[in-house]
């Protein structure tokens, strides 16, 4: 199983958050290139090798990625079990598997 909480913010979004985030948070634990999609396409295309056959990889994505993350593994063959929401009712973890 991969588990992971990426960098999911859009570079040009950094400047923008909460001071106690964007002050303190190491800028390369947030950006997660132009459109907040870098590590996932990274993780679409390069996961499979650390996974049993029967592996998940579990990742947590920002508001209004669901989508876009769904259909990058999708095109990598993925299956995608599941988008979960967190306790706010917002998707926030796709769940997927080979």
Do not use: C
């Not at 650390?50 to 209004?64: Q, S, T, Y």
Request: glycine share 6%; no cysteine.
């Amino acid at each position: 199983m991969i588990i992971s909480n990426p960098p999911y913010i859009p570079t040009a979004e950094i400047e923008t958050l909460q001071p106690e985030v964007r002050d303190f948070d190491p800028r390369s634990a947030l950006d997660g290139g132009a459109d907040g999609l870098d590590f996932y396409r990274m993780f679409a295309t390069r996961a499979k090798p650390f996974l049993k056959p029967d592996g998940k990889i579990m990742l947590e994505f920002g508001d209004g990625q669901a989508d876009a993350i769904k259909s990058i593994f999708e095109k990598e063959k993925w299956i995608v079990e599941a988008v979960k929401e967190d306790y706010s009712h917002r998707a926030r973890i796709l769940v997927a598997t080979l």
